[in-house]
C-alpha cells in the first residue's frame, strides 16, 4: 500500500497553494517561529504610516517574487475557507456571551501586514484597537467590516468550541481539506517572515570577515 503523499489534501482547486505545500511539506522555518510581533499593539495615524514604510523598505528585490507567490497563497486559502467560516459564525456568533472579538491580544501581526503589503494591497486604516481593552475598531453590529482576506489571521485560525464541533460534524474529506489549508496558510504565513527578516546581502557582507590583503 502506498502512503498519500503530504499535501494533498489541499483542494485542487486552489492550485497555489498546492504546489506550495508539496515544496515546503510540513517543516516550520524555525527563524519565523521566533520572530517577533512587535506591531500587536495600539498605533497613532502617524506611527502606522511609518511602520508600512519601513516594512515595504524590507522588501528585498531578490526575494520579492517568492514573497508576492506565498502571499497569492495565503490569499487562496483565505478565500476558500471564507464561505465555510461565514456558515458557522451565522450559526454560532449570534448571541454568543463570549464574544471573540472584543478580546485583547487580538491584533494585526507582522505577516499580516507583510502579506497585505507585499500584494499591493492598503493597510486597513489602523491596528485593530484605538487603545488597549478597547473592543476591535472593524465590528459593526453586523459583523466584521473587513473581508476575511484583509482580517488578522488569528480571526480565521482560532475556531471557538462550538465551531469546532461543526467541523467535525463535517464530511470527513472536508475537514482534512480545511485543516490542511489552514495548516499551509500558516506555514506561508511563516516563510513570508522569514524572506521578510532575512538579512540583506549588503548586511551579510558587513558581518563577514574582510579578505586578507
Ligand atoms: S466565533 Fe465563537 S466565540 Fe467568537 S463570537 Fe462567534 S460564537 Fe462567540
Ligand atoms: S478584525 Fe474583524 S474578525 Fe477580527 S477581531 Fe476585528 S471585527 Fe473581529
Not at 135 to 141: G, M, N, T
Request: charge should be neutral; include cysteine.
Amino acid at each position: 500500500m502506498s502512503r498519500r503523499k503530504k499535501g494533498t489534501h489541499i483542494p485542487a482547486t486552489l492550485p497555489i497553494l498546492a504546489k506550495l505545500s508539496h515544496e515546503y511539506g510540513h517543516e516550520d522555518p524555525t527563524s519565523a517561529q521566533n520572530g517577533s510581533d512587535s506591531c500587536k499593539h495600539p498605533f497613532t495615524v502617524a506611527q502606522w504610516r511609518d511602520l508600512t514604510s519601513k516594512l515595504k523598505e524590507n522588501f528585498s528585490q531578490t526575494d520579492r517574487e517568492r514573497m508576492q507567490t506565498l502571499a497569492l497563497g495565503i490569499r487562496e486559502g483565505l478565500l476558500w475557507c471564507d464561505e465555510t467560516m461565514d456558515r458557522y459564525c451565522g450559526l454560532t456568533c449570534h448571541g454568543c456571551r463570549d464574544f471573540c472579538c472584543d478580546a485583547d491580544g487580538i491584533y494585526f501581526d507582522d505577516a499580516d501586514l507583510i502579506y497585505l503589503l507585499i500584494l499591493d494591497n492598503d493597510l486597513p486604516a489602523n491596528q485593530t484597537r484605538a487603545k488597549a481593552g478597547l473592543a476591535c475598531r472593524y465590528l459593526s453590529i453586523t459583523g466584521c467590516i473587513l473581508p476575511r482576506m484583509c482580517r488578522p489571521f488569528i480571526c480565521t485560525w482560532y475556531l471557538c468550541e462550538p465551531q469546532m464541533e461543526l467541523l467535525t460534524a463535517e464530511p470527513l474529506p472536508l475537514q482534512k481539506q480545511f485543516t490542511a489549508v489552514m495548516q499551509m496558510v500558516r506555514r506561508c504565513r511563516q516563510q513570508l517572515l522569514a524572506l521578510h527578516n532575512k538579512p540583506s546581502p549588503a548586511i551579510k557582507n558587513l558581518a563577514a570577515p574582510l579578505p586578507c590583503q
